[in-house]
């Protein structure tokens, strides 16, 4: 009989789970026992030390496992419980999915199911759910225990702008204590806007005479804006007023959130308070502007000054016959946002910049040596951009692993008693922000290998999306003609001359989609690998 090779993967996300009886080694020893017990054999262990079930995202010993599952390194995959391998249902159910696809099986030591019956496969299912309902549980828990806290008043953590959280004297709870500098920033803010000033202008302003945000940055109107609401700076507590923002985002505003008085020190008077109200509510009823979509290369413009992009201005002049007169223009959005202290306006006119790009690209398509001679260059610099990709991507897998390898030395001396639970985790801190950076970088080195493999591009493909873009921005409306732009043009560089100096255009999936008329274009723009290559002025 043909021995069977089995993995084993272990997880433990928090010092409190090493405590609690999930440690590594009980989760190892647990399985290995079970597997042996059948006369299966363990090749490799694969382990992530404190990191969350919740995602797939910096668990790299799954991933690799998940690499070595495709080389056929082993039969069979082990966990102590199903909920080590993941706490999202879709997330175990694609890990378990991706390892049958390449014929590796997967059982759990502590629930009995065979994932190759239809009824290991509904065990599977029903216990996925449970781990996530678990997850869920505790979360909601959690947040009934901190809206508790608010609606007495209490403060439940987290950083803003003129105050600080300290912990008591117990230790366990935190309040908030004025920070006198930062207290006289929020006083000026609310000040200038009882004043009339805008909140462009006040973000002007406040960044001029040095003003900083909590992390030392300089204001947006969005961040002053969010001061000038927040009824912290009147003595009051407001909780739950985002709910699950990392999924819902903007949708996840809840409006009816909790707000009662604080045990902490007001900043600023009800006198002020209500006044910058009032005065908000009374621009706030102002008609929005609609000219946005009229500016079809928002966002696409990079300020030569800051490289911010550039968005949406105009201004309107009144003639000698009594009508107005309406420029466009193109200007920096940092400037827009946070003033002269951020940037200056270099300001482009709207009307020389588009007819100069929708120029441009329908020239381009009408000169073949110019086109053949941009898809030869473009192949060659593709194959010369991979190579110190290629050595950073190394090197950052090198550093990985040997953080990895700390991560591990650190549990183990936490298991073993050898260091305390503070410097446990002070320690874990630092590596593990080491690793979520690397993992940052390592994700934008490989969209860019992804955008720059060595496959030469056929210049026939670049000349049939360029006549295609042709015939459709001669039909097209403002609005389509934007989003053709946006999927199609990486970004358009200005000098400082206000005028246009190249164009980094590219096109994938979805341009193909728009142009060849296959289809809806997918919310990420179109797919991956997008090729890219310059029209110089």
């Not at 908000?280 to 079809?296: G, L, M, V």
């Not at 199609?488 to 060849?516: A, C, P, Q, S, W």
């Amino acid at each position: 009989m043909e021995e069977i090779h089995v993995a084993i993967y272990a997880r433990v996300s928090t010092a409190e789970q090493a405590e609690e009886g999930y440690s590594i080694d009980s989760q190892i020893l647990t399985v290995k026992k079970k597997v042996e017990s059948e006369g299966k054999n363990v090749v490799k262990e694969y382990i992530d030390r404190g990191v969350s079930g919740k995602s797939m995202k910096n668990r790299f010993a799954l991933q690799q496992m998940l690499e070595d599952a495709k080389k056929k390194m082993f039969d069979e995959v082990w966990v102590w419980k199903t909920n080590r391998l993941a706490r999202n249902q879709l997330d175990l159910l694609k890990i378990v999915n991706e390892l049958e696809m390449n014929n590796v099986g997967f059982k759990s030591c502590s629930e009995s199911f065979d994932t190759t019956t239809p009824s290991g496969k509904l065990l599977l299912h029903v216990l996925a759910s449970i781990g996530e309902f678990e997850r869920e549980t505790i979360v909601e828990n959690v947040k009934m225990g901190m809206k508790q806290r608010a609606r007495t008043g209490k403060w439940n953590g987290g950083q803003v702008l003129g105050y600080m959280s300290v912990k008591e004297e117990n230790g366990n709870k935190t309040r908030l204590m004025v920070v006198e500098r930062e207290a006289e920033t929020v006083k000026r803010i609310f000040e200038l806007y009882a004043q009339g000033k805008g909140l462009k202008a006040v973000t002007n302003q406040i960044n001029k005479e040095g003003h900083k945000t909590k992390k030392g940055n300089l204001f947006s109107t969005s961040a002053v804006k969010e001061i000038l609401m927040n009824p912290i700076y009147i003595g009051k507590i407001r909780f739950n007023l985002r709910e699950d923002w990392a999924r819902k985002r903007r949708k996840g505003i809840n409006k009816d959130p909790i707000i009662v008085d604080g045990e902490h020190e007001p900043i600023i008077s009800m006198e002020l308070w209500n006044k910058v109200q009032e005065l908000y509510h009374k621009k706030s009823c102002k008609p929005n502007r609609t000219f946005d979509s009229e500016y079809i290369l928002t966002g696409l413009m990079k300020c030569p000054e800051c490289g911010s992009s550039m968005v949406a201005g105009r201004t309107k002049n009144k003639l000698k016959d009594g009508t107005y007169k309406i420029t466009r223009y193109y200007v920096c959005g940092a400037w827009r946002n946070k003033g002269t202290a951020a940037c200056h306006s270099n300001s482009v006119r709207a009307d020389y910049a588009e007819e100069y790009v929708i120029n441009r690209l329908q020239e381009l398509v009408n000169n073949e040596k110019v086109l053949k001679d941009i898809v030869k260059n473009l192949n060659k610099e593709r194959k010369e951009a991979i190579k110190p990709l290629e050595k950073e991507l190394e090197g950052i897998n090198k550093k990985t692993d040997e953080l990895i390898k700390r991560k591990d030395k650190l549990f183990e001396a936490f298991e073993e008693g050898l260091i305390g639970k503070d410097d446990f985790k002070n320690r874990l801190n630092v590596i593990q922000n080491e690793m979520d950076q690397l993992s940052k970088r390592k994700d934008e080195l490989e969209i860019e290998l992804r955008n720059n493999n060595s496959v030469n591009i056929p210049y026939e493909l670049v000349k049939k999306v360029l006549e295609n873009f042709n015939e459709v921005m001669k039909q097209a409306t403002p609005q389509q003609k934007k989003t053709l732009l946006h999927v199609m043009i990486n970004k358009i560089i200005v000098t400082d001359r206000k005028r246009i100096d190249g164009i980094e255009i590219h096109y994938n999936e979805g341009v193909k989609k728009i142009l060849f008329n296959e289809g809806e274009l997918p919310p990420d723009g179109g797919g991956s690998s997008p090729i890219y290559f310059k029209l110089i002025a």
